[in-house]
């Protein structure tokens, strides 16, 4: 069973950087990617980052170049380093895991991110 905890959100201004984390228990051993999305009030739910087992990476056109995912080696933990944030980056935050060997996916509960102008 995989279990995603996300952490780091808060209210920051225009300008400003945040980093989130997410802390994911019951590591398979198997291909995996995990994905970061955020949802703003009243809209659906976005991509923003993705990255595999083996380190590759893509980003949402809206957030390439401002934003960098990373995890750890055995990806126990993903990472979102998001910098010069826009109001427009205000969202819920949330973790996202799919394992190749358990076939499902899993969310974490979600981390608020506050951009003021």
């Known amino acids: 069973q995989v279990q995603l905890v996300e952490s780091g959100g808060g209210s920051v201004q225009a300008g400003g950087s945040l980093r989130l984390s997410c802390a994911a228990s019951?590591?398979?051993?198997?291909?995996?990617?995990m994905r970061w999305y955020r949802q703003a009030p009243g809209k659906e739910r976005e991509f923003v980052s993705s990255?595999?087992?083996?380190?590759?990476?893509t980003y949402a056109a809206s957030v390439k170049g401002r934003f960098t995912i990373s995890q750890d080696n055995a990806g126990n933990a993903l990472y979102l380093q998001m910098d010069s944030l826009l109001p427009e980056d205000t969202a819920m935050y949330y973790c996202?895991?799919?394992?190749?060997?358990?076939?499902?996916?899993?969310w974490g509960q979600g981390t608020q991110v506050t951009v003021s102008s």
């Open positions: 990255i595999d087992n083996y380190g590759m990476t």
């Open positions: 996202f895991k799919y394992d190749y060997c358990l076939v499902r996916n899993y």
């Open positions: 019951g590591y398979t051993g198997c291909n995996y990617y």
